[in-house]
């Protein structure tokens, strides 16, 4: 049976996983079983038909929209290769997104650099491998590249990034694009007129669009439509009242996914269709020919295609009061439901078990007890030490915000598909967690 599509409607699972007769559950043609047995745990799965397809997905969901991965999501060699294979740029935020691009071999100028702190290093090595987009976030930025650019002797071409005053309905810490942020050009407060006001009259720094993103885990199509017609509305006064023509639009990431069976995100060709017809509606209001428009998304390419898949090594029951089961790793492979008090949905992946499901509440191994993995986790009520656990939809923002808290190795990740494993990323092993240590002896 296909996990993704059950008889209770579609499931956070990776798209080719499926249980066999015995009850063992299989990504990419491979036992769950055998990979834990070769790889050991906590192992990311990744289902690469799932991630290829999120990919193609979203560019046939926006026909005509360049779409760049939000690297943050999950920046790692083999990720930005598959994603840049099936047609996207690449976005990065840091120094280090952007080394990791460069080794990948992402061609520089389908790379875009984000941050609203970057340093002149960052910029610098930006410029000098002929980045294709600089998002500039503060006035700083713009006397830095300024700078900079001249020294080479180079153009920057850079978007600006504005806030444009849209309150997304989403977790405090991801919402990005109202006014008290520390992203970008807060636009009803006038930062955003000045920044062109400044830039127009840069000699080494060419602005050619603007960008907006709101924040991230959105469900709905309203705030998305919201901010492409701020965006559109923006350029077309710039236009009238500052004489500048911007002819590129990056509308942000920020699609929700489904984590459980209660989530309902949008299909992303229903996201696609209505923001597609507000920018055309607004282009022509306002007489502006269509920018060239980019996407920029990160976990919906990502997250769904993931599960994490982890040990179960204790169980301790409270009677009256719950019980508790403990995996072998936790906040430091996936920090989200401590933080965002985030809900992955799980099952055991070596079996069904009883058909009778008990409330359980799956913790981690960390020394805190704000370690969940999740929190009323109906397991089978004969769930047993040694049986595996699998985590749905921890591909975006599990592996790239993992830890070493309490040194715990970071995970391996292994590639499925077809029955064909291919290793991402190798665990840590107890030598790298010291590697970096001086022995003051
Ligand atoms: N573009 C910009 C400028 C962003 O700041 C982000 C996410 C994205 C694109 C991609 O957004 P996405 O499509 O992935 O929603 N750690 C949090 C999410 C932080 C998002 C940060 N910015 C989490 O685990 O939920």
Known sequence: MRLSDTAHGPGPWPLTAERDDAGVLHVGGVALTDLARRHGTPLWVVDEDDLRERCRRYRA????????????????????????????????VSGGELHTALVAGVDPARIVLHGNNKSLAELDRALERGVGRIVVDSFEELDRLEKLAAERDTVATVWLRITPGIDAHTHEYVRTGHDDSKFGFTLSLGLADRAITIARDLVHVDVVGIHAHIGSQIFGTDPFVANAEVALDLLARWRDQHGVTLSELNLGGGMGIRYTHEDHPVEVARYGEAVLRAVDERCARHGLERPRLVVEPGRAIVGPSTLTLYEIGTI?????????????????????????????????????????????????????????????AALPSDVAVGDLLAVAATGAYTESMASNYNRLPRPAAVLVRDGQVRTLIRRETLDDLVARDVDLR
Not at 80 to 86: A, T
Not at 331 to 359: C, F, K, Q, W
């Open 61 to 92: 969901g926006f026909p005509g929209v360049e779409v760049a991965y939000a690297s943050k999501a999950w920046c790692t060699t083999g990720i930005l290769q598959i994603v840049e294979e099936e047609g996207l740029l690449v976005d990065v």
């Open 316 to 376: 301790k029951t409270l009677p009256g009061l719950r019980t508790y089961v403990s995996v072998d790793g936790g906040m430091s492979d996936n920090i989200r439901p401590a933080l965002y008090d985030a809900e992955h949905e799980v099952a055991l992946a070596n079996r069904t078990g009883a058909e009778e499901p008990m409330s359980t509440t799956v913790v981690g191994k960390h020394c805190e007890s704000g370690d969940l993995v999740r929190e009323h």
